[in-house]
């Protein structure tokens, strides 16, 4: 009996004690929500890097806008410390601001994006606006390289932390939970700001930034099975006046009436509420990164015992992430274009420049991107990559510009032309594909046009035609004409006189690149040439001739004239008027076939020329351009209306007249001439530019000849000015002198040459 009450005693001892166990808890889910907030968004890398110190594990991330772009980076692998590596080596104004490089337009595109200060859409007689300043293409391009790794992840649960984001559709007003499809469309979708960027087509729907309904998804992150959350908030209150000084800040302002309130009860429910200090920056204040990602971490570090204290909770082993090692190339071997309905698949691969079954870079495949958002004729360029199993799949979803005629304006004052207004319609698809017409109408001191029309073929021979009209009034040297052969008599009593040159030119050409650098060009060429003065009182001809009559214009030249030609151009210039990078070639080679023989002096001849130079860095904000130049005459005809004829500054486009400092607008002549030149460009300051120049010069009859165009240079010039880029073009003060004579001029140039 006795044995069998301790036995009872001891199981009811047993059953006490077990009893008195708490019962085994799984380890808490942690959920992290990162708020919108543009630039501020920057706020969350430095936050990242103190709750990695602590050694949470984050087992869901929710962001919106910019808090979705850096939590998706998070949830794909990427260490707080490899972000901040690569936001702070980031131009992240440049991204913003869809900046292309120079080198990824075509010649034409470069001339336009050259020539004119503002561009509208005009479209039945009526001007509109964009819907935004930026299609964020640039920074689309840099998520598909950075998110690479995980291209083939659609469910946003399979990423290495399950993540989800906010967006607005803003067609019905609702909300938008993107939890699947293509990733960098996705947060690209949740960022697109009003104002800032142009809305995103995702699945269909018309999205807009996820901040404008929910800028904190936190509900939506404690749905998602998160037991704790920690919060990183880097929304302002409510700006003064004195803050509210852009169109993104007052729409902003008038978000947060709302989102200020939300935040009350939001703020609630975070159980580690991280909220740095962003009173003293906006929403465009990328050049504050540093700043910026220091005011996170330090805000976070206020929290670091109870991050820590969570970390306990977890009882998870932390180990510090390896960097992502992102891709520095892949291999597309099937190309896939959709919504191209007014341009050809040619077309678009010939943009694209992507050979399909070849190792290709990242750096490349941009490069093709860019040229196709170069042309402007894509409202939107979303693409995906996806494996294949051989390869990847290069998908392109286009949304063309329904945008097909554009009014541009432009202005200019320069010391040859005078002062020109330039006005210009443009208009696509006109007679087929492809094609684009453009006339320039230009009044002022002196009348001008240019009509142009091109149909670009992408891969194969591209065409096009071009009417120019061009004409100035320039007083010069008269021994300046004599000097150039016209067959005018020898007056003592004129030194000066007025020139008055007018070129009519239309060509028909067929145009191709070369390895994907180089245009190669093949034309014809008709040309009126006319050149007078009115300071003569009589016509000059031949002696054999009858008297001549009195005339108010004394013509020089006033011939028709046929030719053929040919050129090559290679222009990687980071800049037409301020390089500091890039590599320039420009051969151009004229066979003048027949003439209507004003002077009765034809034979058929040729003219030659080029153009090569560089321009590199030299030091922090100072570069070095530097170009060589030259050109001859072939056959024996005495025309001398085509001799090239060196002085002046700027880019003034017409027959053989070449600048050259220390000399005033054509000032020397010759058949043939050699040229070097270098300049100095300091920026001292954004836009900026104190410039010194140099240039040397053999110009005469026949110098590649006679072996002159070796010697010691005739002629010098030097430089120094000032140059700023403005919002309408480019602003030139550089005054110049030259040793061999005792006239220093200055000259300007404001705004685009055209």
């Known amino acids: 009996m006795g044995k069998w009450f301790l036995l009872l005693a001891v199981l009811l001892c ?19 929500v990162l708020s919108g907030g543009g630039a501020k968004g920057l706020a969350h890398i430095g936050a990242l890097k103190v709750i990695e110190e602590a050694g949470v594990t984050i087992d869901y991330i929710g962001g919106t806008s910019m808090g979705a772009i850096v939590g998706a980076l998070y949830a794909s692998g990427y260490s707080a410390d490899q972000l901040e590596t690569l936001f702070r080596n980031t131009d992240l104004s440049d991204l913003i601001q869809d900046n292309l490089p120079r080198d990824a337009k075509t010649f034409y595109e470069k001339e336009d ?17 964009p819907q935004g300043l930026s299609s964020g293409q640039n920074i689309y391009n840099t998520l598909v390289k950075m998110l690479f790794h995980v291209k083939d992840v659609n469910d946003f649960s399979k990423l290495p932390i399950p993540f989800f984001c906010i967006a607005t559709n803003v067609e019905t007003g609702k909300e938008v939970l993107l939890n699947k499809g293509y990733l960098p469309e996705a947060i690209l979708a949740s960022g697109t ?10 699945n269909g729907e018309v999205l807009i930034d996820g901040g404008v309904l929910n800028n904190y998804p936190v509900e939506e992150l404690r749905a998602k099975g998160a037991d704790i959350i920690i919060g990183v908030d880097v929304q302002h209150g409510l700006r003064d006046r004195a803050s509210l000084m852009s169109a993104t800040e007052i729409l902003l302002q008038i978000n947060n009436f709302r989102t200020i309130k939300d935040m ?46 969570l970390a306990t909770k977890q009882n998870k082993p932390f180990s510090k992430r390896p960097d992502i090692v992102e891709e520095d190339s892949l291999t597309v071997n099937r190309l896939i274009v959709n919504g191209n309905d007014n341009f050809s698949r040619g077309y678009i691969k010939g943009k694209l420049r992507v050979n399909l ?24 360029i979303r693409y995906q990559l996806t494996s294949n199993g051989l390869g990847d799949d290069l998908t392109m979803n286009l949304v063309e510009n329904k945008d097909k005629s554009f009014l541009r304006i432009a202005a200019h004052y320069d010391n040859l032309y005078k002062s020109a207004a330039l006005i210009n319609l443009t208009k696509k698809n006109v007679l087929m594909n492809d094609d684009v ?46 000097q150039s052969n016209f067959e005018l008599p020898v007056n003592s009593n004129v030194n000066n006189i007025n020139l008055d040159v007018s070129d009519f030119t239309n060509q028909f050409y067929i145009q191709t690149v070369l390895k994907e650098e180089f245009a190669f060009i093949l034309g014809a060429e008709h040309k009126l040439l006319k050149y007078s003065s009115t300071t003569l009182n009589e016509v000059v001809n031949d002696s054999t001739q009858p008297p001549p009559t009195a005339s108010p214009a004394t013509f020089f030249e006033k011939s028709n004239y046929l030719s053929t030609y040919g050129k090559l151009i290679l222009d990687t210039y980071d800049d037409k008027y301020f390089p500091s990078k890039g590599v320039y070639f420009n051969g151009d080679f004229h066979f003048y076939l027949w003439s209507s023989d004003f002077n009765d002096n034809f034979k058929e001849f040729s003219i030659a020329k080029a153009t090569i130079g560089t321009a590199f860095s030299v030091a922090p904000k100072l570069s070095l351009n530097i170009e060589t130049s030259g050109g001859f005459k072939l056959g024996t005809s005495r025309v001398a209306a085509f001799d090239f004829v060196l002085g002046g500054y700027g880019n003034y486009p017409i027959n053989n007249f070449e600048p050259f400092l220390g000399y005033d607008f054509l ?56 140059g700023w880029e403005s919002f309408f073009g480019p602003v030139q003060i550089i005054y110049s002198w030259s040793p061999e004579n005792d006239d220093g001029n200055l000259f300007f140039s404001i705004g685009y040459w055209f």
């Open 667 to 722: 000032s020397l002549p010759g058949n043939s001439y050699v040229k070097a030149y270098a300049r100095f460009d300091y920026e001292f300051s954004p836009r900026n530019h104190l410039l010194l120049a140099a240039n040397i010069s053999n110009v005469d009859d026949d110098i590649f000849r006679t072996g002159e165009w070796f010697t010691a240079p005739d002629y010098s010039g030097y430089g120094l000015g000032y």
């Open 193 to 202: 700001f009003p104002s800032l960027f142009q809305p995103s087509e995702v």
């Open 14 to 32: 047993c059953f006490q004690f077990y009893g008195q166990q708490e019962p085994v808890q799984d380890p808490p889910k942690v959920g992290l």
């Open 264 to 309: 009350q009860r939001k703020s609630a429910l975070t159980d580690i509420y991280i909220k740095p200090e962003m009173d003293k920056f906006s929403v465009i204040d990328f050049e504050l990164k540093d700043t910026i990602i220091n005011t996170g971490e330090a805000a976070a570090m206020l929290h670091l015992d109870e991050l820590k204290a």
């Open 113 to 129: 994006s050259e020539r004119y200060a503002l561009t509208l859409p005009f479209n039945n007689f009526k001007l509109s606006f």
């Open 357 to 380: 079954n070849e190792r290709l870079s990242f750096t490349k495949l941009q490069q093709g991107i860019n040229n196709l958002v170069a042309t402007g004729n894509f409202n939107t």
């Open 437 to 482: 017409a453009s006339l320039d109408l230009i009044l002022g001191d002196n009348l001008r046009y240019n009509f142009q029309y091109y149909v670009d073929r992408g891969f194969y021979w591209s065409f096009g035609i071009n009417s120019r009209f061009y004409e100035f009034v320039k007083e010069i040297d008269y021994g300046v004409v004599l």
